[in-house]
């Protein structure tokens, strides 16, 4: 549960980097200028199952919007997935499915009190999203709680209910996609 005590992302110096460093050759190649990741990394990007993308919360200190952005580490073409102002929300933990095609990540509504937290799934490609209504539960943030079945069919979320949590196991969750001829 994100709690309103925690720093503010915007609060945090704009002019960081995210650089990838080839281990072979030790090459650093800047992917993002002033990216503000404002909490534990792990929390906030993560690299898909092929090791071509990844997905990461970024920081607008300047527009005052968080998004969700997906980057291609080999041409650097980047796609927001999902862009908030930051009076409005929180993004974290984005999980990957194990096909690449959807990334799971937790939205944090910072407009009602207390922050309300929820799960969503949205398609890579932008043509979907969905929120999974957990309703008086409330979502644990941090990626060891949550992950996906081998198969991409199924979501584990822990949840919390105060001192108590639970983990749900999510099934027949995803939209229904036509079949291409």
Do not use: C
Not at 148 to 168: F, H, Q
């Amino acid at each position: 549960m994100v709690k309103d005590e925690q720093k503010n992302p915007f609060d945090q110096e704009a002019n960081q980097e995210l650089v990838a460093i080839d281990v072979n050759t030790k090459e650093k190649r800047i992917l993002e200028r002033s990216v503000n990741t404002g909490w534990d990394v792990s929390a906030v990007m993560q690299l898909s199952p092929d090791r071509k993308r990844m997905a990461y919360v970024q920081f607008d200190s300047v527009k005052k919007e968080i998004r969700l952005v997906v980057s291609d580490l080999k041409d650097q073409e980047k796609r927001a997935l999902v862009t908030l102002g930051e009076d409005k929300a929180y993004i974290l933990s984005p999980i990957w499915s194990p096909d690449g095609r959807m990334i799971e990540y937790h939205f944090v509504d910072r407009t009602v009190k207390p922050n309300k937290a929820e799960v969503r799934v949205i398609a890579v490609d932008g043509s979907w999203e969905k929120t999974i209504k957990t309703g008086k539960l409330d979502i644990l943030t941090g990626r060891s709680q949550d992950a996906w079945s081998p198969d991409g069919a199924k979501l584990a979320v822990t949840l919390s209910g105060g001192p108590t949590g639970e983990l749900w196991v999510m099934e027949n969750f995803l939209p229904k996609i036509k079949a291409e001829k």
